[in-house]
């Protein structure tokens, strides 16, 4: 918490609110908090020298969303960069608005103007290995500290203020910062097999005498940060918060009401109470409907995506007798043990697990997630880049409407 009604940078009483935003409002972010700063560190330096160098990074993203809850300016789009096709050569490009503008290489070469050119947008960059990064998912996880009631002087060991006199001119958040990586099958499911969402979500968690907070951004950009080494074991928290990204579509349907079970049907649906009256029911469902948030429960978004495909016993089917056998104890052991790590009977998720820990080794014991990803790392035992570029396929593909095309070609079928 901070101190009750002062800025946590300067010190100084917050006189006049100011609406901080947990997650960067330039990439979505509902989340709002008046109590963590005020008006001036606010402007003059987080939004400045913290937020606008790290939203930066997601400009390709944002611009290509469909529906983004943010409008989004195509004309003030600033360029990124980014890999196009041309004649089956692969080019490092300059994108704007969605289209090449500029590609050295082929200028070089062809002595042409690009536009006219027919290339093909295959990646966009995320420069991400960079200080402005690291501070502004460190500023994410703070923020959700502070705003679910820790101490400022628990964090403030990571944060550093500098100061010219009185005034804050800059601030360097250092908290170590490390990526997430898939270690058993059930997050490789969820994360690199099931439908592509995008969606923004934190987790806030205590491990023993540690602070972690997970931040996952569009789905994609996945870190812990280690808010404090010096947590008291006897107290626990767990937090978290989940954003859905795109726009709803709030039209009202045409509800195909015949019987008198229909309605207890739509009102499971929408979550709306059961009423005979039709006219009353629907102006429920329309209220329903209109003030359905993009905030959501978790555990209701990532149980949706647990499918009866989790387990694939394809893999058996060529297999000598005895190989298939092995594959079943071990594969599926882990498969198994993973799903119920993370799920309860009901194929819900359990809040209390879902990254906090993972299973491992052949009698599948429990450990901690983060620091399990920096042990091995340390070791070199893990390739954290292949996981993150399988990510960035992803989303990639879900930009370049991909995923689109599937969708449509599933519903002709
Ligand atoms: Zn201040």
Partial sequence: MAKGGYCVYCGKPIVKKSREHIIQNALGGLYESGDICCDECNHCVISKKIDAPFTKTFNPIISQIENFVKTNH????????????????????VIKNGKVVACPEISKKLKCDISKLNLEILAYDFPIENNSFKN????????????????FSLLSKGVEIQKNGEKVENILFKFPVMPFVALNPMDEYIELKTKMELYHNLILFSQRNMLWC???????????????????????????????????????????????????????????EPC??????????????????????MSDVISAKLGYDYFNIDKIKGLEKEDARSYLKNEMG????????????NDRLKDSTFRQVTCMGEDNHIVSYPLLIDKLA??????????????????????????KIRLKEDIKN
């Fill in 276 to 297: 005979m009256d039709l006219q009353e029911f629907e102006k429920r469902v329309e209220v329903a409907i209109q003030k359905e948030s993009l905030k959501k429960n």
């Fill in 334 to 345: 882990f498969h198994l043990n993973s799903l119920l790590l993370y799920f309860d009977e």
């Fill in 378 to 403: 340390r070791d070199g035992a893990i390739d954290i880049c292949r996981y993150t570029y399988r990510k960035y396929g992803r989303i990639n593909a879900f930009l370049a409407g991909i995923d």
């Fill in 214 to 272: 997970y931040v996952d951004l569009f789905n994609t950009f996945q870190y812990y940060v280690l808010l404090s080494d010096e947590w008291d074991a006897r107290e626990s928290v767990l937090e978290t918060y989940l954003q859905l990204l795109q726009k709803m579509d709030r039209t009202m349907p045409e509800l195909y009401i015949r019987k008198p079970k229909h309605i207890l049907t739509y009102a499971m649906f929408f979550q709306v």
């Fill in 74 to 93: 195509k004309n003030s789009q600033p360029p990124c960069t980014g890999k196009a096709i041309y004649e089956n050569h692969v080019y490092d490009v």
């Fill in 136 to 151: 502004g998912i460190s500023k994410i996880a703070f923020n959700f500290a502070l705003e679910k009631g820790i101490d």
